[in-house]
């Protein structure tokens, strides 16, 4: 809805052309001297007169702008968010001293990304997971922030997959496997992974674990099956020692 159409047309001081009849009468009546000059009196009284119907038309006008502006405001603030379909699955559970994520990727091993990998091209997915907590009328406040990698590299002349898996830069597993339905599940999955202290959080508060994934080397050709940069997710848990 636009704001504009609840802006009255306020007449501009002199612009006779833009009076009304009544106006133009009034105009004729208080601007046209009398012959022997009006009295004081009655000079006083045209004066404000006038006077009072400028301050009333004025205050009108100003009345029906503050109007517009507040319908225009609760519009926007009444307006339904549209979320983004959740392209990750995410669970979480706390348990003893730190928040276990668990990851899905759906739908991101595709037939590109296997002739990628036959290739001989290393391929990673970066999991960004960050810990959240909402704040009201406010962003949410970032806790914690992971990152988590998973790589693999086809040997051509074994058949073999090396996979490894890397946390905040260091390297937490390696290890080659034969099958490619084992390398799928590496890539684009994690299981409990304990990966957010439990130490800050509040007894009885709201969090949110968010995860937004990329995928590297990104060709030219090679689009998400969402058709999107990056792969999104979220869960929300409320935090029970």
Not at 33 to 50: E, F, I, Q
Not at 67 to 82: D, I, L, Q, R, Y
Not at 215 to 226: A, D, E
Request: charged share 30%; with cysteine.
């Amino acid at each position: 809805m636009c704001c504009t159409s609840f802006l009255p047309v306020v007449p501009r001081p002199g612009a006779r052309n833009e009076l009304t009849g009544r106006d133009e009468e009034e105009y004729r009546r208080y601007s046209t001297p009398l012959k022997n000059g009006p009295t004081p009196a009655v000079a006083g009284r045209s004066a404000g007169r006038l006077q009072r119907d400028c301050h009333d038309r004025l205050l009108g006008s100003m009345r029906l702008i503050l109007t517009g502006v507040a319908v225009c405001v609760g519009s926007v603030a009444t307006t339904p968010v549209v979320r983004a379909q959740e392209d990750v699955r995410v669970t979480t559970l706390a348990r003893e001293d730190h928040v276990l994520v668990s990851l899905e990727l759906r739908g991101a091993y595709t037939r590109e990304i296997r002739d990628v990998i036959a290739s001989g091209l290393e391929t990673t997915f970066r999991f960004d997971i960050e810990l959240r907590q909402p704040v009201a009328f406010w962003f949410d406040r970032t806790v914690e922030r992971v990152s988590v990698s998973a790589s693999v590299r086809y040997d051509g002349l074994t058949g073999l997959y090396q996979v490894r898996r890397v946390v905040d830069g260091r390297v937490e597993q390696e290890q080659v496997v034969a099958e490619e339905a084992v390398v799928r599940r590496l890539l684009t999955s994690l299981e409990r992974l304990p990966l957010f202290s439990t130490g800050d959080l509040e007894t009885n508060g709201d969090y949110r674990v968010r995860v937004r994934v990329d995928r590297r080397p990104r060709t030219g050709w090679f689009r998400w099956p969402w058709d999107r940069a990056a792969a999104l997710g979220r869960a929300s848990f409320t935090f029970l020692p």
